[in-house]
């Protein structure tokens, strides 16, 4: 696919799966893959902070095999060497990564996804040519150290009513906050226990879909 054509089906994800194997309740990260996908994922993130990368590149050939059996983008966390090597669709890159021009140089037809933690942060984002932006966090959560300023979801409309691509949002997201965030114009949830950590994760991800999407109707 090309970028545009990646792009483009970036644009129609709801919920959005963000896979980390200490957090899938026990299970492997492949088996919380597949579940999510059964569930109607149309997108899926590898995101493995403490494998080594041979490890996380096995994942991610396997994850690769599952996404592109059902037509599911697959991105991967931190690592564009290992999302070029296993074919990904994208790269999400934080902001100790590369840096995301040089990340354009070496994938052109990759989607790049950047975090941001303010308005600024986004707005260089924007400018500097990520194809989506993940907001956050939200609120506390337990994957992601070092925050003591969440945004909240005031914050969060604020920088998703000025930037122009594509925004996720994510930290600390759940079943008990989704609607608050939809409310306040949440279009696109990225999630990692608020998924893998379901008793049924296919499950969950219909429920969650199902949600945002009549959420965005009602806004």
Request: with cysteine.
């Given at each position: 696919m090309t970028r545009?054509?990646?792009?483009?089906?970036?644009?129609?994800?709801?919920?959005?799966?963000?896979?980390?194997?200490?957090?899938?309740?026990?299970?492997?990260?492949?088996?919380?893959c597949k579940a999510a996908i059964t569930g109607g994922a149309r997108i899926v993130q590898l995101?493995?902070?403490d494998k080594s990368r041979r490890e996380i590149y096995r994942l991610a050939e396997q994850f690769r095999e599952l996404t592109a059996a059902a037509g599911v983008l697959l991105v991967i966390n931190d690592y564009l060497d290992i999302a070029l090597a296993a074919?990904?669709?994208g790269v999400h890159l934080g902001?100790?990564?590369?840096?995301?021009?040089?990340?354009?140089?070496?994938?052109?037809?990759?989607?790049?996804?950047?975090?941001?933690?303010?308005?600024?942060?986004a707005r260089q984002a924007e400018f500097q040519g990520a194809?989506?932006?993940?907001?956050?966090p939200i609120y506390p959560t337990s994957t992601k150290t070092g925050f003591s300023d969440y945004l909240g979801p005031e914050r969060m409309r604020?920088?998703?009513?000025?930037?122009?691509?594509?925004?996720?949002?994510?930290?600390?997201?759940?079943?008990?906050?989704?609607?608050?965030?939809l409310r306040w114009g949440a279009r696109?949830?990225?999630?990692?226990?608020?998924?893998?950590?379901?008793?049924?994760?296919?499950?969950?991800?219909?429920?969650?879909r199902r949600r945002i999407i009549s959420g965005r109707k009602k806004t």
């Open positions: 545009q054509e990646r792009c483009k089906r970036f644009e129609a994800i709801d919920i959005y799966p963000v896979i980390t194997e200490k957090f899938c309740a026990g299970r492997s990260s492949l088996e919380v995101r493995e902070k074919e990904a669709d902001e100790e990564d590369l840096p995301l021009a040089a990340a354009r140089k070496l994938a052109p037809e990759m989607i790049i996804g950047v975090s941001a933690h303010n308005l600024a942060e194809d989506y932006i993940n907001i956050g604020e920088i998703i009513q000025v930037i122009r691509v594509p925004c996720t949002v994510m930290g600390g997201i759940n079943p008990d906050n989704l609607d608050e965030i696109k949830a990225a999630m990692i226990t608020g998924v893998t950590q379901a008793g049924n994760v296919a499950g969950r991800v219909r429920e969650l």
